[in-house]
Nanobody, 120 residues
Framework: EVELVESGGGLVQPGGSLRLSCAASGFTFSSTSMSWVRQAPGKGFEWVSSIDSGSGRINYADSVKGRFTISRDNAKNTLYLQLNSLTTEDTAMYLC?????????????RGQGTQVTVSS
């Protein structure tokens, strides 16, 4: 059974940073593209970033490009998202997803998410 467990969220001031983690199990993580998506209150899912199995191909949504960095450690079956220069617009539940996501498409399964709140 696929399991994705996110952690690392929290309350941060504008301009601050966080590092999110997603622990994966139940499938061959090292052979699987992974993605981060987010969902703000009352809104649909928004694709954030995707990374292929070998970290050779990475894409970011324009809204986070230059501020967020996706990475993975295949030895630890863990996906990461470094969030820098956070703004209130980044407040959302952040979820990792198994598969390659892009604008308008969010794959399943997904984890339960970790909440990121940016507020002064």
């Amino acid at each position: 059974e696929v399991e994705l467990v996110e952690s690392g969220g929290g309350l941060v001031q504008p301009g601050g940073s966080l590092r999110l983690s997603c622990a994966a199990s139940g499938f061959t993580f090292s052979s699987t593209s992974m993605s981060w998506v987010r969902q703000a209150p009352g809104k649909g899912f928004e694709w954030v970033s995707s990374i292929d199995s070998g970290s050779g191909r990475i894409n970011y949504a324009d809204s986070v490009k230059g501020r967020f960095t996706i990475s993975r450690d295949n030895a630890k079956n863990t996906l990461y998202l470094q969030l820098n220069s956070l703004t209130t617009e980044d407040t959302a539940m952040y979820l990792c997803a198994k598969g390659w996501a892009y604008s308008g498409y969010v794959p399943s399964p997904r984890g339960q998410g970790t909440q990121v709140t940016v507020s002064s």
